[in-house]
T-cell receptor, first 110, second 115 residues
Framework: GIQVEQSPPDLILQEGANSTLRCNFS?????LQWFHQNPWGQLINLFY???GTKQNGRLSATTVATERYSLLYISSSQTTDSGVYFC????????????FGTGTRLTVIP | DTEVTQTPKHLVMGMTNKKSLKCEQH?????MYWYKQKAKKPPELMFV???????INESVPSRFSPECPNSSLLNLHLHALQPEDSALYLC??????????????FGPGTRLTVT
């Protein structure tokens, strides 16, 4: 069946450390987005990245569509990076339905 | 401006109440969405409106009734809810459901508690 799995489920980092979050998906996609959900519930767009590589400040993302995975890199982490990171995909077979992954809960400690 | 607004931020209602959630966007987007998120779970799609017409209803119980009065506004009418309907309700919008790219932008959510 349709699956979007993220790893690791939980991650604790010291401030300043780097991390890599992974998203595996079970089928071909039209759309892949990475979000950061802050403690108040707001979903913040990080990347729209169905394929290729993008960078925005300390964050970068790579999607290898042919191998059905995406990676989110966080460098020099800060306490404000804490929260839950979701990848969400629209499968080619499931028009307009954005499926969210299981999420990675990141805690950055000072 | 990529802002989607939602009101109210918090809502507590009894099982016999009728209430409405409101969502608004002024980005000229033609697709709008309602998602439900239970605690420690990912958001799940409830409804999709495309060009003010309901295009997807993910088998949501009839006690949830969506309405799209115009291209900028999306409502979710609530009636006879159950305590298990307590959740964060998120609204989103995107340029369209046919146009690519199709990035969705989310509002801050309404945290609903049913007593």
């Amino acid at each position: 069946g349709i699956q979007v799995e993220q790893s690791p489920p939980d991650l604790i980092l010291q401030e300043g450390a780097n991390s890599t979050l992974r998203c595996n998906f079970s089928d071909s996609v039209n759309n892949l987005q990475w979000f950061h959900q802050n403690p108040w519930g707001q979903l913040i767009n990080l990347f729209y990245i169905p394929s290729g590589t993008k960078q925005n400040g300390r964050l970068s993302a790579t999607t290898v569509a042919t191998e059905r995975y995406s990676l989110l890199y966080i460098s020099s982490s800060q306490t404000t990076d804490s929260g839950v990171y979701f990848c969400a995909v629209e499968f080619q077979t499931g028009a307009n339905n954005l499926f969210f992954g299981t999420g990675t809960r990141l805690t950055v400690i000072p | 401006d990529t802002e989607v607004t939602q009101t109210p931020k918090h809502l507590v209602m009894g099982m016999t109440n009728k209430k409405s959630l409101k969502c608004e966007q002024h980005m000229g987007h033609r697709a709008m969405y309602w998602y439900k998120q239970k605690a420690k779970k990912p958001p799940e799609l409830m409804f999709v409106y495309s060009y003010e017409k309901l295009s997807i209803n993910e088998s949501v119980p009839s006690r949830f009734s969506p309405e799209c009065p115009n291209s900028s506004l999306l409502n979710l009418h609530l009636h006879a809810l159950q305590p298990e309907d307590s959740a964060l309700y998120l609204c989103a919008s995107s340029q369209g459901v046919i146009v690519v790219p199709y990035e969705q932008y989310f509002g801050p959510g309404t945290r609903l508690t049913v007593t």
